[in-house]
């Protein structure tokens, strides 16, 4: 049989021979090595041009590392050094963890998805929502046409906000919430409990009619109340017993342990340049607090929506086991059927107009290729205010994770990283 060599690799013969060389294919180890520098770089450019102080960046493909890096600082001012160890604010990627909580129960049946919300709380049987009148100022607050049941709220769709749109603003104002929270309008330092703020919450009018549209806001802490009357356990303990320290996440908390207070990451923010004089279209990290609720205050309001603190390999965990199906180290969390509930759109809208983006019972979700990026269909995640992003895209194996802490956060850091990884990726052959 007569062997015909495919053209391109004819052509390389051909000219390492005439070179006088013997034709030796890269590596593709070193291939990817190299083409990782340039995510190495791009974290690093963050830091050297003060936009950012530091960032924990993790990437896993089928479970295994594939980058992990540290850079900047933890306490620029300090000089501490950001390392994998760090622990950062997460925000609303707490949402997740708290939805899977809401999805144990309704596998053991304890709740069901189409249950009303006022069948735990009562305080929702009624409720309101505000209407701006068409070419006008005024609004009028009328009774939400349908009840909220769990599923709104585990997609957003309830109507229910942070209480920041003008309409609403003065009263979540004058009731302690919203605005005069700031940003980003957590109620992790109230002095209450989850459900006595929830319950205040229900007196207040929702901007939008429950089923009618995606709107973010107090729906997953309203669900943390929910756990804590059907599960009789505080949100904590409930998500502790059954999510985290099955998972081994033990640097997962509500409120930090104060001997870990010099692990918790300072939060800085944007801050406009200012030369000559004027500001300038360009930005720096400055110094914003460095503890907050999660070290001192009250620690009695464990926010569903907003409380958690976590490290990259912490959260990394959690993913890991929902991109598995359900199970992690042998653990099993969730069932795959309930997994595939959480990581398919059950609603049509989202945080975004692009087609083929949804949102399910916790993440984002990509429902095309082309959609979101790079990622392909199937692909999910979620950020937090202060500036930590997770992707998991299951066709590719992989799950990424990065780490700030900026409030407000003006930086591309978050896009530019994760393209750059896929980037990096591009032609391997282990990539499907």
């Given amino acids: 049989m007569k062997f015909i060599p495919r053209p391109a690799v004819f052509v390389a013969l051909t000219i390492t021979l005439l070179a006088g060389y013997p034709f030796v294919p890269e590596d593709p180890a070193v291939t990817l090595a190299k083409k990782i520098k340039y995510v190495d770089r791009a974290l ?22 594939l980058y992990e890096r540290a850079v900047g600082w933890r306490d ?42 006022s069948k735990y709380i009562p305080a929702y049987a009624t409720t309101h929502v505000a209407v701006r009148e068409a070419n006008s100022t005024e609004v009028t607050i009328v009774p939400a046409k349908t009840p909220i049941t769990i599923h709104h709220l585990l997609t957003h769709t309830a109507g229910i906000s942070y209480g920041t749109q003008p309409e609403v603003a003065e009263l979540y104002r004058a009731a302690d919430m919203g605005l005069a929270l700031g940003s980003p309008w957590n109620i992790s330092g109230k002095n209450e409990t989850i459900c006595e703020t929830m319950e205040k919450l229900a007196k207040l009018p929702f901007v939008s009619q429950p089923g009618e549209g995606w709107v973010y806001g107090y729906a997953t802490d309203i669900l943390g109340c929910v756990i804590e009357k059907v599960s009789g356990k505080s949100l904590d303990e409930f998500i502790r017993k059954r999510i985290t320290d099955p998972l081994g996440m033990h640097d997962t908390h509500f409120f930090l342990p104060l001997k870990d207070r010099s692990r918790l990451a300072v939060v800085y923010g944007s801050k406009k340049v200012v030369k000559n004089g004027k500001e300038t279209q360009e930005y720096a990290a400055e110094r914003q607090f ?33 991109r598995n199906g359900g199970i992690f180290e042998g653990k099993r969390i969730l069932k795959p059927e309930t997994v595939k509930l959480m990581t398919t759109a059950q609603t049509g809208g989202g945080p975004t107009s692009v087609r083929g983006m949804g949102f399910s019972y916790g993440f984002e979700t990509t429902e095309r290729a082309g959609a979101n990026g790079p990622e392909a269909a199937g692909s999910y995640g979620w950020i ?30 978050r896009d530019r990283f994760w393209h750059e990884i896929y980037k990096a990726l591009a032609g391997r052959r282990s990539f499907r």
């Fill in 76 to 117: 620029r001012e300090a000089k501490v050094p950001m390392d994998q160890q760090t622990i950062f604010r997460i925000a609303s990627m707490t949402k997740a963890i708290a939805s899977a909580a809401v999805l144990i129960l309704a596998e053991e049946r304890q709740l069901s998805l189409r249950d009303e919300v």
């Fill in 44 to 65: 690093e450019s963050y830091v050297s041009s003060g936009k950012i102080a530091g960032a924990v960046a993790l990437v896993l493909m089928d479970g295994d590392p």
């Fill in 290 to 322: 460095a503890d907050g609720p999660y070290v001192y205050g009250p620690r009695k309001n464990f926010s569903g929506g907003a409380g958690l603190v976590s490290t990259a390999r912490d959260y990394s965990r959690f993913l890991e086991m929902i």
């Fill in 384 to 413: 937090g205010a202060y500036g930590t992003f997770y992707r998991v895209d299951p066709q590719q194996g992989l799950t990424i994770i990065l780490m700030t802490q900026m409030l407000p956060n003006q930086t591309d850091i």
